[in-house]
T-cell receptor, first 115, second 117 residues
Framework: AQSVTQLGSHVSVSEGALVLLRCNYS??????LFWYVQYPNQGLQLLLK??????LVKGINGFEAEFKKSETSFHLTKPSAHMSDAAEYFC?????????????FGKGTKLSVKP | DGGITQSPKYLFRKEGQNVTLSCEQN?????MYWYRQDPGQGLRLIYY???????QKGDIAEGYSVSREKKESFPLTVTSAQKNPTAFYLC????????????????FGPGTRLTVL
């Protein structure tokens, strides 16, 4: 069975500091991996996805993530935090058709950005 | 503009009432999904539908019902059997298995916040 673990339900950084949100996955087959962002009282928006092309994936708003098979990780980073990055972030995993491609979501990490 | 719409944005329910949440998409997607979101619990799958006139239970289907009579619509009914329905409900769609090009990216609507009075 697939699963996703996001380490840290809350992360706080200063404006301009590095953002690092951690995601580890469990999957018996090579996975597809996604990061979504959710602003308060809104739906989820796709930030980036890993679909086995390049291991370093660049997304919107300056975010990127690196797929590391040996560590079963897909951590999300951004070199310099902006106040507008304050939101909740969800990591998700999908297998390659075994469960009809349904996504399994982590519990989310709420990012706060201090001025 | 293609996208997913959910209505209403806020919904209040009295004890013992059934309520229906609307979800419509004009992305020509085959698959549609309903999720429930509670603080600190991530997204939990209620029901999903890969094709018109067919749907499957997700992880927390008890107390909910759905229909998929049209490709673009996937309404969710929260019945009186759902004991704790206060939550944020999200609808999503994806191109689906028929057009699956290796992965199944989901697109989300803006959500409906349901509160039981």
């Amino acid at each position: 069975a697939q699963s996703v673990t996001q380490l840290g339900s809350h992360v706080s950084v200063s404006e301009g500091a590095l953002v690092l949100l951690r995601c580890n996955y469990s999957s018996s087959v090579p996975p597809y991996l996604f990061w979504y962002v959710q602003y308060p009282n809104q739906g989820l928006q796709l930030l980036l996805k890993y679909t086995s092309a390049a291991t370093l994936v660049k997304g919107i708003n300056g975010f990127e993530a690196e797929f590391k098979k040996s560590e079963t990780s897909f951590h999300l980073t951004k070199p310099s935090a902006h106040m507008s990055d304050a939101a909740e972030y969800f990591c998700a995993v999908s297998d390659r058709g075994g469960s009809q491609g349904n996504l399994i979501f982590g519990k989310g990490t709420k990012l706060s950005v201090k001025p | 503009d293609g996208g997913i719409t959910q209505s209403p944005k806020y919904l209040f329910r009295k004890e013992g009432q059934n309520v229906t949440l609307s979800c419509e998409q004009n992305l020509n997607h085959d698959a549609m999904y309903w999720y429930r979101q509670d603080p600190g619990q991530g997204l939990r799958l209620i029901y999903y539908s890969q094709i018109v006139n067919d749907f499957q239970k997700g992880d927390i289907a008890e107390g909910y019902s759905v229909s998929r009579e049209k490709k673009e619509s996937f309404p969710l009914t929260v019945t009186s059997a759902q004991k704790n329905p206060t939550a944020f409900y999200l609808c999503a769609s994806s191109p689906g298995l028929i057009r699956l090009a290796g992965y199944n990216e989901q697109f989300f609507g803006p959500g409906t916040r349901l509160t039981v009075l």
